[in-house]
């Protein structure tokens, strides 16, 4: 495809730059509080193999062909797809899947914005010791009353998407990529001393075949689909993140390459997550099938029981919320570069004022956990509904449709020249994203809605 023109001035120095900023995108809350908790909700290790199968047929497919629209159309999602198409002579429509992105980049965003605040609740609870001096049942209630408190948490969302604009409003290499340049090794570094807090409690083998030794009978239909969904939201696909960094990816470097390590660190970081979960849970006859509150309830327990508890408790906290940050500011971004593309606003105006949009629609997914908790559409309250439309309609959805865009529409030498791969490793994704992945993800989709 002949170079196109953007508006896009700067982007990562070098292949680390991206490398750290979408494996930050990607490891967030969805590795730490998510992935162990619907493991643990789909009974361990079947669940697992399933995840990695659709991580390895939908997801990395997926992300080689959003960074490669990135890069190719060097402008936000929807100009990126603009260009594209204009290269390609194809229907103006496929731009409606950037549309789309951005509005679940928004939406993802608010109310993950919630979820983030409640671990910087939870940090301050830790670091003052107060799980130690509670009973099991008061830490039990400290949740519930934390949810039910819309002040409090009102306090802790603004705090999380104001940091979030503090960084993005600094840009691309001074902002994003500084951040995550210190934070993203921080997390592991903490990751990797809570895993080996974690064989310190006698309990790792027991956390060990949980995870990884297959019980193929209590997987159900629910379980794959579960699987699939989540392989898209743990790689920050369908949203345009991808799309986004892809378009500051400097020309040279390698996407499979890059992909591919991302994956790697997407998904041991889950893994990881796991494996210090688990045996901190077991150590303490509590049982892992908690759902969402098997991080913010069972485990402040079963810290407070465990010598150092708190100094572990409160790393393991800092560990999230660092997650939560470097997630945050890839599902801001995508707007801005819209922004700076489409209207004459500075790159802080814009950030002000994306901010401002994104703080006003989360309320309704703050609130729905405590004044409006009895209003409900479908039978889900507010967060709920916010979370069905973005993972279970929109992400797959688009999806679908950039697979098809990218196999279908686009000249296939084009992608050869792009993505500049092994022939027969460019033959197997390219396949693989053709049929496979729509199929895959088709499915899931229409079992999801029926
Ligand atoms: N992947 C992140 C997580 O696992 C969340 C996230 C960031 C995301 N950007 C996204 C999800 C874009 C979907 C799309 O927590």
New binding site residues.
Partial sequence: MQQVKSSISEGFSSRWGFIFAAAG???????IW?FPYITGANGGGAFVLIYIAAVLVIGLPLLVAEISIGRMGRENPVDALLNIIKAHKASKLWSLIGWFGIL??FL?LSY?SVVAGWTLDYTVHSFSGNFENLTPVEVGNLFDGLLANPGKLLLYYTIIIFVTGLIIARGISKGIEKAVFILFPVLVIILLALVFYAAQTGFLSKGLSYLFHPDFSKISDQSILAAIGHA????????G?MITYGAYLPKKVSIGFTAVVVTIF?TVIALLAGITIFPIVFAHGLTPSAGPGLIFKTLPIAFAKLPYGHLFASLFFIMLII??LT??I??LEPSIALLLKRTKLSRVKATTLSCAVVWCVGLLSLFSFNIWANFKIFNLTLFELVDFI?SNLI?PINGFFLAIFMTWIIKRGDLVEELNMQTSLFKIWFTVLRYITPIGILIVLLHGLI
Avoid at 25 to 31: E, I
Avoid at 232 to 239: A, C, K
């Fill in positions: 995108s990607a490891v967030g809350l969805g590795n998510k679940a980049a993802v993950y898209l939201f743990s790689l920050s696909l369908g949203i993140t997407d997650a939560a997630s945050t890839s599902l973005t992400l």
